[in-house]
């Protein structure tokens, strides 16, 4: 069974930056593909990032191009997305999500693992 254990959210500015960390515990993290979700109050959980197992293959949803930054360090079992220009719809609840198979994986159904999340708020 996988652990996840997001942190580094918080409340900032708009323009400003967070970075966000998942930690994981209890797999092979280095054979999962990696995603990060967000969830603003009354909508669906959404894909932000996804990262394959060797971190170098990512994709990003349209809104975040150019802002956010998904990357991982297998010898510290953990994932991060440093998010920068960050603007007020970017609030919401932030979501580490794990995928059976190294490969990107961009469909929240396709995730068998999932963490607590952690709020990211952003202030106009």
């Known amino acids: 069974q996988v652990q996840l254990v997001e942190s580094g959210g918080g409340l900032v500015q708009a323009g400003g930056s967070l970075r966000l960390s998942c930690a994981a515990s209890g797999g092979i993290f280095s054979s999962f593909g990696m995603g990060w979700f967000r969830q603003a109050p009354g909508k669906e959980r959404e894909f932000v990032a996804a990262i394959n197992w060797s971190g170098r293959s990512t994709d990003y949803v349209d809104s975040v191009k150019g802002r956010f930054t998904i990357s991982r360090d297998n010898a510290k079992n953990t994932v991060y997305l440093q998010m920068n220009s960050l603007k007020p719809e970017d609030t919401a609840v932030y979501y580490c999500?794990?995928?059976?198979?190294?490969?990107?994986?961009?469909?929240?159904?396709?995730?068998?693992?999932w963490g607590q999340g952690t709020q990211v708020t952003v202030s106009s």
């Open positions: 999500a794990a995928a059976s198979g190294f490969r990107v994986v961009l469909t929240k159904g396709e995730y068998d693992y």
